[in-house]
């Protein structure tokens, strides 16, 4: 890409591979892709309220996120994100975040927050709920990236391969007291990142020592507090 003009989340979104045979190709991907990310901005939840989101819209604004006929129906919008490849999904947006944001700040740090939370109406009968790790921009609010964590594993393993691929430098991830975790710190070191983690009473030997490096200093002139002066 050429980052000497403007890109627009289309430009990153044309990057995703289609899974479609060529033969199959009535819509463009990439027009597909923007007609979703719209739609759920407007709070649809479901691909049949994405597709009609879509028929509401006049057709010029979605000849504008690149379509050449009247948006796909219910089918084809279930069909595409069946068959999309998720991460590569995930990578074109987390790209297109980083390229808009303002760029950091060379005297200072960037606040980046990692978390997990179960998604909302992802629960299917006796399935649990699906639970995502996402990397935030603390000063705007955008999502730099997000994984699923599997049932067998945990927020900490999931962090490690979140961290991989996300510029770290001029940076500062926080987050409580799961990732706070040798690994995962030295992940962050080695991008050239920086890290602040909470530490909690699960972990008493790094507590003690958090703890008696905060104290304030002790004068050898002046007793300690709650100790009495030696005559």
């Known amino acids: 890409m050429d980052d000497r003009r403007p890109l627009r989340l289309h430009d990153f979104l044309a990057e995703v591979p289609d899974p479609r045979e060529r033969s199959g190709r009535r819509h463009p991907l990439a027009a597909i892709l923007a007609h979703a990310c719209c739609a759920i901005l407007c709070?649809?939840?479901?691909?049949?309220?994405?597709?009609?989101?879509?028929?509401?819209?006049?057709?010029g604004l979605m000849h504008r996120l690149g379509y050449l006929r009247r948006p796909p129906s219910y089918g084809a919008v279930r069909e595409v994100f069946l068959r999309l490849d998720a991460d590569a999904f995930e990578a074109a947006v987390a790209r297109w975040v980083d390229h808009v944001l303002p760029d950091v700040d060379p005297d200072g740090l960037r606040a980046v927050a990692i978390d997990g939370k179960a998604s909302r109406g992802s629960r299917r009968g006796a399935a649990p709920a699906v639970h995502l790790l996402a990397?935030?921009?603390?000063?705007?609010?955008?999502?730099?990236?997000q994984a699923r964590v599997p049932a067998e594993t945990n927020e900490h393993k999931t962090a490690l391969r979140l961290l991989k691929g996300l510029a770290l430098e001029g940076r500062v991830v926080t987050g409580d007291a799961a990732?706070?975790?040798?690994?995962?710190?030295?992940?962050?070191?080695?991008?050239?990142?920086?890290?602040?983690?909470?530490?909690?009473?699960?972990?008493?030997?790094?507590?003690?020592d958090v703890a008696a490096a905060c104290e304030p200093p002790v004068s050898p002139l002046r007793p300690a507090a709650g100790r009495r002066r030696a005559r």
């Open 135 to 145: 990397a935030l921009d603390q000063a705007t609010g955008c999502v730099l990236a």
């Open 179 to 208: 990732f706070c975790q040798r690994d995962l710190s030295r992940r962050v070191v080695e991008a050239g990142g920086h890290f602040l983690w909470k530490v909690d009473a699960n972990q008493p030997t790094l507590l003690a």
């Open 43 to 59: 709070g649809c939840r479901g691909y049949a309220a994405i597709a009609q989101w879509g028929r509401d819209q006049p057709i």
